[in-house]
């Protein structure tokens, strides 16, 4: 049925009266204030006061453990669905035990391959957590960690580092310190080896470790990341026993140096870094970036000032080279003593400490968008394999170890107040040939410049002189010189005209004429045992036996 040409004429105008006013409505919309996002449900509680913890991602939740002297709750973050910053939806979880619990820190927790929390206490902690405890993520239930005893144990420490490689199912652990309890008994040590926990065997194991440029001092509140087969450790403190064999000599490590481990061949060596290296600093945290070869470093305590930083650097381990990646928008506060968690393409920054002489702890979370190095609110919820980090397109290349004894120096080049065993980077001199190229090209250019404004000065001098060049002269040099236009002849009556006489002109010439990171130390007094002992004066051992590789 046709509508007559006069209702048609009102529908259209019907219709397009309701898309322009539909289009209004949208604009307007658009242009309100975006309110901030409402928890739903509201967060049962958020965790307060966490410094020093361990934080573990199984499939898309974060783990927190440790880090607070005054409970032993687990709390979770679930971050399946997605994160806001301004309403994280933190659980503590309901928990049985079968073994001895209590508050701890500055130990360590790693996940195992069944999705299993181990936990070894620092601080703190029972006889069971110094042993090594077992948290099932399942059953929310402590147990002991299976191991076997057949072999020795490892001592109780604090401020160790743990590592998983999650393709032989192997903890690495390096360093440490005493505890807090036996340094109050009177007992001081520091630990500088290597060793390892077998979650398929539940063996530990104490590997004889190459290390041939001296005896590598103890260290400990340091950074360890895994990738393949080496472990980069970061930072901390290091610490030898002096001369005189009864103090323990502490100092901070800065980042002009990395400890590599090779897990394969069992050696190891700290090489001198390279490119724009941040200010030393402890509590820091590092967490792998998404190329699969480098690690990224957030925050820490300044060693000098003591002021917490909210700095982002990044190392590439393939050359141990720093750079700044250029961060944008809103960082998380500046704090110490918290953790980073890298989840598919972004770091997650998490508690500690904003002011840790004052007691100020940090609550915000820090979400870092790792591809375009941008600080965001939220994180969306990611459906694809998680973790999966990029195969890296290089590796670092352990040095040639040499056959000869070691005189505890290095390599005689780049060994530094808490670390002289640091060796040189090979890598040096490509780090500085674009500068050494920018000079020689300002240099050249400069010296040229000079110059030319040299030879214009003097020409104009000469020519402003109205003299000659003399014939020594560069002809650069020289000024343009011209003969005097000879005059016409006088013009001669018709009347008394003569043969024409021959002119000849000359130009007559004057004789020319000539017008170029002292950190500070601490010292301990100590009982030093005789199994724990670091010297100066093994610095002169034989480094390829390695005969204190346990301190």
């Given at each position: 049925?046709?509508?007559?040409?006069?209702w048609?004429?009102?529908?259209?105008?019907?219709?397009?009266?309701?898309?322009?006013?539909?289009?209004?409505?949208?604009a307007?919309?658009?242009q309100?204030?975006?309110?901030?996002?409402?928890?739903?449900?509201?967060?049962?509680?958020?965790?307060?006061?966490?410094s020093?913890?361990s934080a573990i991602?199984?499939?898309?939740?974060i783990?927190?453990?440790?880090g607070?002297?005054?409970?032993?709750?687990?709390?979770?973050?679930?971050?399946?669905?997605g994160?806001?910053?301004?309403?994280?939806v933190?659980?503590?979880?309901?928990?049985?035990?079968?073994?001895?619990?209590?508050?701890?820190?500055?130990?360590?927790a790693?996940?195992?391959?069944?999705?299993?929390?181990?936990?070894?206490?620092?601080?703190?902690g029972?006889?069971?957590m110094?042993n090594?405890?077992?948290?099932?993520?399942?059953s929310?239930t402590?147990?002991?960690?299976?191991?076997?005893?057949s072999?020795?144990?490892?001592?109780?420490?604090?401020?160790?580092s743990?590592?998983?490689?999650?393709?032989?199912?192997?903890?690495?652990?390096?360093?440490?310190?005493a505890?807090?309890?036996?340094?109050?008994?009177?007992?001081?040590?520091?630990?500088?080896d290597f060793?390892?926990?077998?979650?398929?065997?539940?063996?530990?194991?104490?590997p004889?470790v190459?290390y041939a440029?001296g005896?590598?001092?103890?260290?400990?509140g340091?950074?360890?990341?895994?990738?393949?087969?080496?472990?980069?450790?970061l930072?901390?403190k290091?610490?030898?026993?002096?001369a005189?064999?009864?103090?323990?000599?502490?100092?901070?490590?800065?980042?002009?140096?990395?400890?590599?481990?090779?897990?394969?061949?069992?050696?190891?060596?700290t090489?001198?870094?390279?490119?724009?290296?941040?200010?030393?600093k402890?509590?820091?945290?590092?967490?792998?970036?998404?190329?699969?070869?480098?690690?990224?470093?957030?925050?820490?305590?300044d060693?000098?000032?003591?002021?917490?930083?909210?700095?982002?650097?990044?190392l590439d381990?393939?050359t141990?080279?720093?750079?700044?990646?250029?961060?944008?928008?809103?960082p998380?506060?500046?704090?110490?003593?918290?953790?980073?968690?890298t989840?598919?393409?972004?770091?997650?920054?998490?508690?500690?400490?904003?002011n840790?002489?004052a007691?100020?702890?940090?609550?915000?979370?820090?979400?870092l968008?790792?591809?375009?190095?941008?600080w965001?609110?939220?994180?969306?919820?990611?459906?694809e394999s998680?973790?999966?980090?990029?195969k890296?397109?290089?590796r670092?290349?352990?040095?040639?170890?040499?056959d000869s004894?070691?005189?505890?120096?290095?390599?005689?080049?780049?060994?530094?107040?808490?670390?002289?065993?640091?060796?040189?980077?090979?890598?040096?001199s490509?780090?500085?040939?674009?500068?050494?190229?920018?000079g020689?090209s300002?240099g050249v250019?400069?010296f040229?410049?000079?110059?030319?404004?040299?030879?214009?000065?003097?020409?104009?001098?000469?020519?402003d002189?109205?003299?000659?060049?003399?014939?020594?002269?560069p002809?650069?040099?020289?000024k343009?010189?011209?003969l005097?236009?000879?005059?016409?002849?006088p013009?001669?009556p018709?009347?008394?005209?003569?043969?024409?006489l021959?002119?000849?002109?000359?130009?007559?010439?004057?004789?020319?004429?000539?017008s170029?990171?002292?950190?500070?130390?601490?010292t301990?007094?100590i009982?030093p045992?005789?199994?724990?002992?670091i010297?100066?004066?093994?610095?002169?051992s034989?480094?390829?036996?390695n005969?204190?590789?346990?301190?």
């Open positions: 049925m046709l509508l007559p040409s006069t048609q004429s009102h529908l259209s105008w019907l219709l397009f009266i309701i898309y322009i006013t539909t289009i209004q409505v949208r307007q919309d658009d309100q204030p975006q309110q901030p996002q409402q928890c739903d449900p509201p967060p049962n509680s958020i965790p307060t006061n966490y020093d913890f991602l199984i499939q898309q939740r783990y927190l453990t440790g607070n002297m005054d409970e032993t709750n687990i709390w979770t973050l679930d971050i399946s669905q994160l806001n910053i301004q309403c994280p933190w659980n503590p979880q309901e928990t049985s035990s079968e073994v001895a619990i209590e508050p701890y820190s500055d130990g360590i790693f996940a195992g391959l069944e999705g299993q929390i181990y936990v070894q206490a620092g601080d703190g029972t006889v069971d110094d090594m405890v077992l948290y099932n993520t399942s929310t402590w147990v002991n960690a299976p191991v076997n005893i072999g020795p144990l490892p001592e109780s420490r604090a401020q160790m743990a590592t998983m490689d999650t393709t032989s199912g192997i903890a690495w652990f390096y360093g440490g310190r505890t807090e309890a036996k340094q109050a008994a009177g007992e001081s040590a520091y630990y500088n060793y390892s926990f077998n979650t398929q065997t539940s063996t530990w194991d104490w004889p190459r440029w005896q590598r001092p103890a260290r400990y340091h950074t360890s990341s895994i990738i393949g087969n080496q472990i980069f450790i930072g901390g290091t610490a030898v026993v002096n005189s064999g009864d103090t323990w000599v502490t100092y901070p490590a800065d980042f002009q140096s990395v400890l590599v481990f090779d897990t394969d061949g069992q050696k190891a060596v090489m001198a870094t390279i490119g724009d290296t941040p200010d030393g402890v509590g820091f945290s590092a967490a792998l970036a998404p190329d699969g070869h480098s690690i990224v470093v957030f925050g820490g305590q060693t000098v000032t003591g002021q917490s930083s909210q700095d982002v650097y990044l381990t393939c141990l080279q720093w750079s700044n990646p250029g961060i944008t928008g809103t998380p506060s500046p704090r110490s003593g918290h953790q980073a968690v989840y598919d393409h972004y770091m997650l920054i998490l508690m500690g400490y904003n840790e002489s007691g100020e702890f940090a609550s915000d979370i820090g979400i968008d790792m591809s375009t190095w941008q965001i609110d939220n994180l969306p919820a990611i459906q998680i973790n999966a980090a990029s890296p397109e290089c670092f290349t352990m040095p040639h170890m040499p004894n070691g005189n505890g120096g290095g390599d005689g080049n780049s060994g530094l107040p808490y670390d002289p065993t640091v060796i040189s980077n090979p890598n040096q490509s780090d500085n040939s674009t500068q050494v190229a920018l020689v300002f250019g400069g040229l410049l000079i110059m030319g404004a040299l030879v214009f000065y003097i020409r104009k001098l000469r020519k002189a109205h003299t000659p060049s003399p014939r020594w002269l002809d650069v040099l020289k343009e010189t011209q005097p236009t000879p005059l016409p002849p013009a001669v018709a009347a008394a005209a003569k043969p024409p021959s002119l000849a002109s000359t130009a007559s010439s004057s004789s020319p004429s000539l170029n990171i002292n950190n500070s130390s601490t301990t007094t009982k045992n005789n199994n724990n002992n010297s100066m004066e093994n610095y002169n034989n480094p390829t036996e005969p204190i590789d346990r301190v």
